[in-house]
């Protein structure tokens, strides 16, 4: 059976460094993967991306591109000196911005790219409010699509989609989930959510995990419960 810890990312959607490494503290080597996002990076840059590579985790960069295809690219190159894993880019960039992307990420030590299709805090209404009238299930699979066309490594969806697009895209696919909520835990802005037994059962190969680690008043058994979730959820897969 695969290490849970390999297939959980805890979001460290703090504001400065000194707040993020405290949580790392308090989780010890409980996790092995952090994804930092834009609060983050705009903040601290890429010293964070390095503390946390000195401190033997592996660091999943969410940057979530969206420009240009030259400055993506250059964007990516900047992501690669700084040592991350993993890397997003908004996949409804396109697909010469995703190639680009690609190309730049096949460097020596590149991260493996990550195209996030439609984000997990949207639903039908808030989709069809920026004109794309199809359900958030046939935009992910038409976006992740494009995105395997465009040569990109994986993709960012919501449980509810992973398994049409573990079907379309194959067994190898790396499929990032977030909005996982434990049964119980606050939503928040999210809306298209699942447990993390939910979203394992289904095909994901790695859940992305922030406020209801971050947020318990125990962080290190809260992420401990869901890494217990993981591999028993992953338990009947293996039979
Ligand atoms: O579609 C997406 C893409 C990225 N995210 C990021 O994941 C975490 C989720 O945090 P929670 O506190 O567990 O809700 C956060 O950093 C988002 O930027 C996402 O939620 N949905």
Same mark, same amino acid.
């Given at each position: 059976m695969p290490d849970p810890k390999a297939r959980l990312a805890i979001a460290l959607d703090y504001p400065d460094a000194q707040q993020a490494l405290k949580l790392v503290d308090t989780l010890g080597h409980t996790c092995q993967w952090f994804k930092i996002g834009m609060e983050l990076y705009y903040a601290a840059g890429n010293t964070i991306v390095r503390e946390l590579r000195d401190r033997g985790f592996d660091v999943f960069l969410d940057l979530k591109l969206h420009d240009i295809p030259n400055t993506v690219a250059g964007a990516v190159r900047s992501a690669t000196q700084a040592g991350a894993g993993l890397l997003t880019i908004h996949a409804s960039g396109g697909s010469a911005m995703m190639a680009a992307a690609a190309e730049a990420a096949r460097a020596p030590g590149g991260p493996r790219l990550l195209a996030v299709t439609v984000l997990t805090s949207m639903d039908a209404a808030q989709l069809t409010g920026t004109g794309i009238t199809v359900s958030p299930a046939d935009q992910v699979l038409r976006l992740a699509k494009l995105a395997t066309q465009s040569g990109i490594d994986g993709f960012v969806c919501s449980a509810e989609e992973v398994a049409a697009v573990r079907a379309a895209t194959g067994p190898d696919t790396?499929?990032? +989930? *977030?909005? +996982?909520? *434990? =049964?119980? /835990?606050?939503?928040?802005?999210? !809306?298209?959510? &699942?447990? *993390? =037994?939910?979203?394992?059962?289904?095909? /994901?190969?790695?859940?992305?995990?922030? $406020?209801? +680690?971050?947020?318990?008043?125990? *962080?290190? &058994? /809260? %992420? $401990?419960? +869901?890494?217990?979730?993981? =591999? !028993? %959820?992953? /338990?009947?897969? !293996? !039979?």
């Open positions: 790396l499929l990032v +989930i *977030p909005g +996982i909520r *434990p =049964a119980g /835990a606050a939503l928040g802005d999210q !809306k298209r959510i &699942a447990t *993390p =037994a939910q979203a394992i059962a289904a095909g /994901a190969s790695m859940l992305v995990v922030g $406020r209801p +680690i971050t947020q318990a008043p125990d *962080p290190a &058994a /809260a %992420a $401990r419960a +869901i890494l217990d979730e993981i =591999a !028993k %959820a992953e /338990a009947p897969l !293996k !039979k």
